[in-house]
């Protein structure tokens, strides 16, 4: 199997907080994991593409400074949002990659971020 | 943008195969085709994926066209609990996944 986790599932936070997301892989080693924002009513945007040991690469509008990314271990990775607004309120989902033919990403059940 | 066009919305009924189609006509040489599905308030569950052989595993099967420039992931018999967002998706290895809108499947009774 291939199982990500993510914790927490929800959280509720005050502007101008931080919150940190985790993503585990669970039965594999992940050689990169992936973090996504959705919208309501929309579909999964990528923001980032995170590799054990080094600096992750943002795609275009995501701000790295407010979105902080940790990638400690090939089974964690972290996302920190600095300073939430309420714009920031979405669902948050990571995936990882697990190494083989094709190298199909397996996704976390996501996490349900409200800024009030 | 995504790299795959898919119709917006199907239905089928309980039991019967659902033929969820996909174009890709500028997929290269090394992208793999990948669906994934999503339910409500959970993350993409993968399905399958393949390069240009069809695949089959206990979830679904995937028809490729020989041109590459189509796919079609058949769910062969369709239960309600089959019913979410199925996306399409082309990609090196894995990589960079552009998620489109992905295409409705409501399964009824």
């Not at chain 1, 199997?1 to 993510?6: D, F, H, L, P, R």
């Given at each position: 199997?291939?199982?990500?986790?993510?914790?927490?599932?929800?959280?509720?936070?005050?502007?101008?907080?931080?919150?940190?997301?985790?993503?585990?892989?669970?039965?594999?080693?992940?050689?990169?994991?992936?973090?996504?924002?959705?919208?309501?009513?929309?579909?999964l945007m990528l923001m980032a593409t995170s590799n054990e040991g080094s600096k992750a690469t943002y795609e275009q509008g995501v701000e790295k400074d407010k979105f902080l990314i940790n990638h400690a271990s090939l089974t964690l990775s972290t996302l920190t949002v600095t300073s939430a607004h309420p714009e920031d309120s979405s669902f948050y989902i990571c995936s990882a990659t697990k190494p083989g033919q094709g190298n199909e990403q397996y996704f976390g059940p996501g996490t349900r971020l409200t800024v009030t | 943008d995504a790299k795959t066009t898919q119709p917006t919305s199907m239905d089928c009924a309980e039991g019967r195969a659902a033929n969820l189609p996909c174009n890709h006509s500028t997929i290269s040489g090394n992208e793999y085709v990948y669906w994934y599905r999503q339910i409500h308030s959970q993350g993409p569950?993968?399905?399958?994926?393949?390069?240009?052989?069809?695949?089959?595993?206990?979830?679904?099967?995937?028809?490729?066209?020989?041109?590459?420039?189509?796919?079609?992931?058949?769910?062969?018999?369709?239960?309600?609990?089959?019913?979410?967002?199925?996306?399409?998706?082309?990609?090196?290895?894995?990589?960079?996944?552009?998620?489109?809108?992905?295409?409705?499947?409501?399964?009824?009774?």
């Open positions: 199997g291939a199982v990500v986790s993510q914790h927490p599932s929800r959280v509720i936070c005050k502007s101008g907080t931080s919150v940190k997301i985790e993503c585990r892989s669970l039965d594999f080693q992940a050689t990169t994991m992936f973090w996504y924002r959705q919208f309501p009513k929309q579909s | 569950q993968y399905i399958i994926h393949g390069l240009k052989n069809n695949e089959t595993n206990e979830m679904a099967s995937l028809i490729i066209t020989e041109d590459r420039k189509s796919s079609t992931l058949i769910l062969p018999h369709a239960t309600l609990r089959d019913t979410a967002v199925y996306y399409c998706i082309v990609s090196v290895y894995g990589q960079n996944f552009v998620f489109g809108p992905g295409t409705r499947l409501s399964v009824l009774p």
